[in-house]
């Protein structure tokens, strides 16, 4: 029976490449040697089998190679897309996401933060519920932050994807109103506790300049529970002829309301939703939605947090701006009542 192969060492990666076993040890972790240097080492490692144990690593270089990824919640569809993206783009560059579920759950929210820093991880990645929580402030001053979304309490955090909410809530409100609608129901997951989000306070503002009445309805993002909210505002009296979802998880729910009370999508009532998930087209009829590319947002949430991992300096802000795109939910023309 032959001997099981004795583990590679860093030393022996060092003498195959010419290069001090420290200048291995920084081009294997991508840090302070050139593209170049970086390859051939992993190339030797390859070849050798050489594999750093996970924890000596860590010890050595303060590192875990794991990225927190807190979401607000994953019965929300986009998020859970949004959490494979970013799960895999990490795992392209050698980390390894933690992904957490806050459930919608603002303290649930923090006290999550909380353990990820604890857990040590590298840098975390969070899409709020809570964003003016003092909490944030705090954290980024012992991690690297990256926020999604919305910007964090106190401006510390050292990474920003924030879309441009004014322009996503007007393209939709505004291609509403032109289609003849003037009573909308708003339908936001946003909750009493973390109140004056922006989309939202964009809404009210909106609505007054295009001289729309709306209704905004706090509406959880699960299947079962959006599509009982749904049923209670389209099968109460005064049904408006519209309802613009502050997520397509929501407006599925909408849909099976209208399904289960005998309403046409977009006959009796349009439905618009807010960040085109790829399910959206498929639904009968397809859902009009906002689209935010949701691999652009990935690519930079990403990018952000590993370079300040790195130390690489980098543009701190990005702004993500949407589209609209228009399908079969929100019709040609309003209904009549």
């Known amino acids: 029976m032959s001997e099981k192969r004795k583990r590679a060492t860093i ?12 200048a291995v040890s920084y081009a294997l972790r991508g840090i302070q040697t050139s593209e170049e240097t970086q390859e051939r080492v992993r190339a030797a490692a390859r070849e050798l089998g050489y594999e750093a144990h996970p924890i000596a690593r860590a010890l050595a270089s303060g590192r875990t190679d794991q990225v927190g990824l807190l979401c607000g919640s994953l019965e929300d569809y986009w998020q859970q897309s949004l959490a494979v993206g970013i799960g895999r783009a990490l795992l392209a560059r050698g980390r390894y996401a933690l992904i957490v579920d806050a459930g919608g759950d603002p303290e649930r929210e923090l006290a999550l933060a909380r353990r990820l820093r604890d857990q040590r991880v590298d840098g975390l990645i969070v899409q709020p519920l809570d964003p003016s929580a003092a909490l ?3 954290l980024a001053a012992a991690i690297p932050v990256v926020s999604i979304g919305d910007a964090l309490h106190g401006g510390q955090a050292q990474g920003e994807v924030v879309f441009d909410n004014r322009r996503g809530v007007t393209l939709a409100l505004e291609h509403l109103r032109a289609l003849g609608h003037e009573r909308l129901t708003v339908f936001t997951p946003t909750l009493a506790s973390t109140p004056d989000r922006p989309a939202d306070v964009y809404v009210n503002a909106e609505a007054e300049r295009l001289g729309l009445s709306v209704d905004v309805v706090v509406v959880p993002q699960s299947l079962a529970e959006s599509t009982e909210v749904a049923l209670r505002v389209l099968g109460g009296p005064g049904r408006p002829t519209a309802v613009f979802c502050f997520a397509d998880s929501i407006a599925y729910g909408v849909y099976a309301a209208t399904r289960e009370l005998g309403l046409a999508v977009p006959g009796d009532v349009a439905v618009c939703g807010y960040d085109n998930h790829p399910m959206s087209a498929l639904l009968s009829p397809p859902l009009t939605s906002v689209e935010w590319d949701i691999d652009g947002i990935v690519h930079s949430a990403v990018r952000l947090v590993v370079d300040v991992i790195d130390g690489k300096p980098r543009k701190r802000r990005v702004v993500r701006e949407p589209s609209l795109r228009v ?5 040609e023309t309003a209904p009549a009542g």
């Open 327 to 331: 399908r079969a939910s929100t019709g």
């Open 136 to 138: 944030w402030s705090e």
């Open 11 to 22: 030393r022996e990666v060092a003498q195959a490449t010419g290069l001090s076993p420290a």
